[in-house]
């Protein structure tokens, strides 16, 4: 922008803070009555104010580095040490670009000359006694400009504190865990007050997470992990394409152990399959296609069936998983391709022990996730066993679970139908009066009760 043509009238309206609007007025009524030294030593005040109110709202968001530096700024106020203060002063800038990365190294630059500027005009000791240092219009007008273009127009910008504050937050019960709700929420309040080079931080850091393990702190938190990643690549569109880049780099580079994971880093994001080095494609098929169910540990691979590349090989290794396996894998993530496997080894439970176990195990973890047409297929897994559905807890189970589904997602009246008429015959109506009573919600009427087969 050329600090020539700006309105400093204007330039005062896009100043942020209140306070630092007020001090930076006496700069351009300095200015505008030729007191140019004046000018600047004002300019410089309201810049430093400026940064002390950014702090303090960085440190009200939680940032560690703002808190730290305000600490020492408020102990030094209280206790009148300007020695101190003035040692903060002439550092804030530098902690401003280092540690909360308020300012950027370029705008630091210029910010840096502003501040020698100052000291010219308002310390004799900075220039020769017969040599009374007189800044020219243009040159203070430049420092007004960037003072509020660098600084004072500009929102508290987390900096480094992101991957901090994101690593208490994700590990936190407060954290949404419905993708929708993520997308929004890391948005919100990650994306909208983080400065660019720090949101392509911050997805590499993601997708390093899903590729190495690292933090290990993360490693079970993979269901927030990709939508956090899914909301950097569909809302920060500008950082995409260097964190594409970086990530591709990545996954090219990978160690063989890590190959799993990148495996299922690609089912969430297949657009990374066709860039990837030709011999890093090979390695990753070979996985997957050597994959032995019996010895299967890392159950991540198995979220590659949804990839046609590796669907033949992975829905071979579901089928043959038995099932500790099989629960070591639902664990991990119910996968859609899962389902038919979990519903098989339920609907054969050999005792109503084993009932309940395949229950919580293979089925409950599946909430929230079955379609209408999945929840026929447990109903009648539930009927088509005596140890399903007189096992003591399935009515407690089955509730829950159903009561987990959308409505649009609950079981068709067919599947309600025979469920109903096989309680009836068993004489089950008081086990799942609460269950049936869950089923009426929405409209469904229980059929006449079917007259015993040996009344025909």
Known sequence: MDSGFVDLDILITRIRHLQSKV???????????????????????????????????????GDAAATAFLQSW????????????LQLEAGILEDATANTQVVNRIARTHLERLREDRHLCAHPAFSAEADLFEPSPELVRL????????????????????????????????????????????????????????????????????????????????????????????????????????ILRLID?????????????????????????????????????????????DYRILAGVTVPQFRAALLAVIAGLDREHLVNAVASQPLADLWPRAVEEYQGSGSWRRSEANFSDLITPFAGRLNGQQLDQLLDAVIDNGQNWDAAE???????????????????????????????????????????????????????????????
Do not use: C
Request: charged content about 20%.
């Open 23 to 61: 001090h930076f007025l006496d700069a351009v009524k300095a200015y505008k009555a030729g007191a140019l030294r004046g000018a600047l030593t004002s300019a410089w005040v309201a810049l430093a104010y400026d940064l002390i109110a950014k702090y303090r709202e960085l440190s009200a968001m």
């Open 74 to 85: 408020d102990n030094a106020t209280a206790a009148g040490d300007i020695a101190k203060l």
């Open 143 to 246: 420092h007004l400009v960037n003072a509020v273009d660098l600084v004072l127009s500009q929102e508290p910008l987390q900096g480094k504190a992101i991957f901090d504050l994101y690593d208490v937050d994700v590990q936190s019960p407060g954290f949404p865990t419905a993708y929708e709700r993520i997308f929004d929420y890391v948005e919100q309040r990650y994306l909208a007050r983080v400065r660019a080079q720090n949101v392509r931080n911050f997805g590499t850091v993601l997708a390093k997470s899903l590729l190495k393990g690292v933090p290990v702190q993360w490693e079970p938190l993979h269901r927030k992990i990709i939508p956090s990643l899914v909301t950097v690549r569909d809302r920060a569109p500008q950082a995409w394409p260097d964190i594409f880049a970086a």
């Open 253 to 297: 580079n990978l160690e063989p152990g890590n190959r799993p994971r990148a495996i299922a880093f690609i089912a969430a994001f297949p657009d990374f399959w066709p860039q990837l080095q030709e011999a890093t494609r090979t390695a990753l098929q070979a996985t997957v296609n050597n994959a032995v169910s019996a010895v299967l540990t």
């Open 394 to 456: 399935t009515d407690t189970f089955l509730l829950a679970l159903l009561r987990n589904a959308t409505p649009a997602d609950r079981p068709s009246h067919d599947a309600r139908n025979r469920f109903y008429q096989h309680i009836v015959r068993m004489r089950r109506i008081d086990k799942y009066e609460d269950v049936l009573t869950f089923l009426q919600s929405d409209g469904w009427v229980p059929p006449p009760p079917e007259p015993p087969a040996d009344d025909d």
